[in-house]
């Protein structure tokens, strides 16, 4: 079973930064597992923020391309999420997740929020 925990979350003003950690134990093959983030603000359905694959490609949501960043160390079983010029509609919590196929592991997520 792999657990998930995020870290780096808080208040920030817009236009700052955050990043954000995804911790994973419980697994000597983190390498093997695609990783992405999720958000999901009050009253939205969670959304795809970024994924990182096992091959190190990355995808972004549009919303966030040219301000986020996500990476990987799999010798510390950690992702990142690197998030520059924030924007209030940032506001969510941000949720890391692990995918080996079709096993999927959740974490519980962090708050942040970007004040305008």
């Known amino acids: 079973q792999v657990q998930l925990v995020e870290s780096g979350g808080g208040l920030v003003q817009a236009g700052g930064s955050l990043r954000l950690s995804c911790a994973a134990s419980?697994?000597?093959?983190?390498?093997?597992?695609?990783m992405g983030w999720y958000r999901q603000a009050p009253g939205k359905q969670r959304e795809l923020v970024a994924v990182i694959t096992t091959g190190g490609t990355t995808n972004y949501a549009d919303s966030v391309k040219g301000r986020f960043s996500i990476s990987r160390d799999n010798a510390q079983n950690t992702v990142f999420l690197q998030m520059n010029s924030l924007k209030s509609e940032d506001t969510a919590v941000y949720y890391c997740k692990a995918r080996l196929i079709t096993t999927e592991y959740w974490g519980q997520g962090t708050q942040v929020t970007v004040s305008s």
């Open positions: 419980g697994t000597s093959n983190f390498n093997m597992y695609d």
